[in-house]
């Protein structure tokens, strides 16, 4: 069963911010949610995690809802490099394998 | 930084015959994941080695080795390579003497059976 539901797809227009929801409403009390993206076939790339407090770092913001039920990832100023297909996984605390569903291919045009 | 290094990068097989990647982790990483990620498909979990012992094993064919050796470099061994084979194979690397347990992912190997 899939853990969360991305849409498939999504056009951010370059210099604007670009969210990206996740719905994860089964998700525990001790999973957390994390964001990799892969860009065009190479290696994906970590972006940013969080339990319950929304967070920042020097690539995106992540807010996640009160309930927990969805979060969305926060591009502040998406540039042409940014178009990839960003994936939310939810990881149990202690099982550190990352599973990876449907992400949602992210176009950034000029 | 250092990264997480794979190889080959390419590697072309026949059918039947077998096949090892190798994946160096960044210095200090006591973790490595293998994943298979098929033509359009998202990557699948392989397995995982912690400190040179097997932690983790996802749907990894029988046909499919792998270990984790003194230096903390892996290998993924193949064998009896069959079409469905074909794929980008990924190697991450985690410190688990951390707290955010990310992981960090190399370029990858193609492998194409034909």
């Known amino acids: 069963d899939a853990k969360t539901t991305q849409p498939p797809s999504m056009d951010c227009a370059e210099g604007r911010a670009a969210n990206l929801p996740c719905n994860h409403s089964?998700?525990?009390?001790?999973?957390?949610v994390y964001w990799y993206r892969q860009i065009h076939s190479q290696g994906p790339q970590y972006i940013i995690h969080?339990?319950?407090n929304n967070e920042t770092n020097e690539m995106a913001s992540l807010i996640i809802t009160e309930d927990r039920k969805s979060s969305t990832l926060i591009l502040p100023h998406a540039t042409l490099r940014d178009t990839a297909v960003y994936y939310c996984?939810?990881?149990?605390?202690?099982?550190?394998?990352?599973?990876f569903g449907a992400g949602t291919t992210v176009t950034v045009r000029a | 930084a250092a990264g997480v290094i794979q190889s080959p990068r390419h590697l072309i097989k026949e059918k039947r015959e077998t096949a090892t990647l190798k994946c160096y982790p960044i210095?200090?990483?006591?973790?490595v994941y293998w994943y298979q990620q098929g033509p359009g498909q998202d990557p699948q979990f392989l397995i995982s080695?912690?400190?040179?012992?097997?932690?983790d094993k996802g749907s990894i064919p029988d046909r499919f080795s792998a270990q984790q050796f003194s230096d903390y470099h892996s290998e993924l061994n193949m064998s009896s390579l069959e079409l469905g084979d074909s794929a980008l194979y990924f190697c991450?690397?985690?410190?688990?003497?951390?707290?955010?347990?990310?992981?960090?992912f190399g370029p990858g190997t193609r492998l194409t059976v034909t």
């Open positions: 080695f912690y400190e040179k012992m097997q932690s």
């Open positions: 969080g339990l319950k």
């Open positions: 996984i939810v990881r149990v605390a202690n099982d550190y394998k990352l599973s």
């Open positions: 991450a690397s985690s410190d688990m003497t951390g707290t955010t347990y990310e992981q960090y």
């Open positions: 089964t998700i525990s009390g001790n999973e957390y």
């Open positions: 210095p200090r990483h006591d973790t």
